[in-house]
């Protein structure tokens, strides 16, 4: 149950728009549409963004938006603003074991 | 409104046990599989474990296999995790969350506000 990658660290200017990625295996990513992304606020709990790759829950901005090409995913975020810094994670169901894995997290800064 | 509130955490020893509890109110706690996911300080998330809505389907990380064990009263509306033989890396805030709806576990959209599990000498 490895964790998924992420890139450390985005960052990017109000109004611009960025790009975190998230890859994993055959096993997880690349093998089923249980994709969702979390956004997390210091010390605060996660909040769902995106489920099913792509899918956004009521209430979640549409300037999130997910997408997933082989055995990576990736969550774009339009339009960003200072209320999107935090952390973002990604995560996969896991035909290891079977099992949930996340991702190791991306810190979002807003310049 | 949907609420999940944890409870139980504290400072424990290495090799001591701990119990968890989640109480769920504002949905029907019997149609949903739950889960416990954990943090520790300054790290990212870790899904711990799951148990389906009747509890006839639990799984586990491969990081507290046989010493944790999840289970679950849908009478009482509460969720459990007993934790045994803690180690220094089961120190962590841990999260109680519930399943986006009640025929799938894959996406968690309800947290709780965390328990924090401290397991030091």
């Known amino acids: 149950q490895s964790a998924l990658t992420q890139p450390a660290s985005v960052s990017g200017s109000p109004g611009q728009s960025i790009t975190i990625s998230c890859t994993g295996t055959s096993s997880d990513v690349g093998g089923y549409n249980y994709v969702s992304w979390y956004q997390q606020h210091p010390g605060k709990a996660p909040k769902l963004m995106i489920y099913?790759?792509?899918n956004r829950p009521s209430g979640v901005s549409n300037r999130f938006s997910g997408s997933k090409s082989g055995n990576t995913a990736s969550l774009t975020i339009s339009g960003l603003q200072a209320e999107d810094e935090a952390d973002y994670y990604c995560?996969?169901?896991?035909?290891?074991?079977?099992?949930?894995?996340f991702g190791t997290g991306t810190k979002v800064t807003v310049l | 409104e949907v609420q999940l509130v944890e409870s139980g955490g504290g400072l424990v020893k290495p090799g001591g046990s701990l119990r968890l509890s989640c109480a769920a109110s504002g949905f029907t706690f019997s149609s949903y599989s739950m889960n416990w996911v954990r943090q520790a300080p300054g790290k990212g998330l870790e899904w711990v474990s799951s148990?389906?809505?009747?509890?006839?389907?639990?799984y586990y990380a491969d990081s507290v296999k046989g010493r944790f064990t999840i289970s679950r009263d849908n009478a009482k509306n509460s969720l459990y995790l007993q934790m045994n033989s803690l180690r220094a890396e089961d120190t962590a805030v841990y999260y109680c969350?519930?399943?986006?709806?009640?025929?799938?576990?894959?996406?968690?959209?309800?947290w709780g506000q965390g328990t924090l599990v401290t397991v030091s000498s």
């Open positions: 148990i389906s809505s009747s509890s006839s389907y639990i």
């Open positions: 995560s996969s169901y896991t035909s290891s074991s079977p099992a949930w894995v």
């Open positions: 099913e790759v792509s």
């Open positions: 969350a519930r399943p986006l709806n009640s025929s799938s576990n894959h996406y968690f959209d309800y």
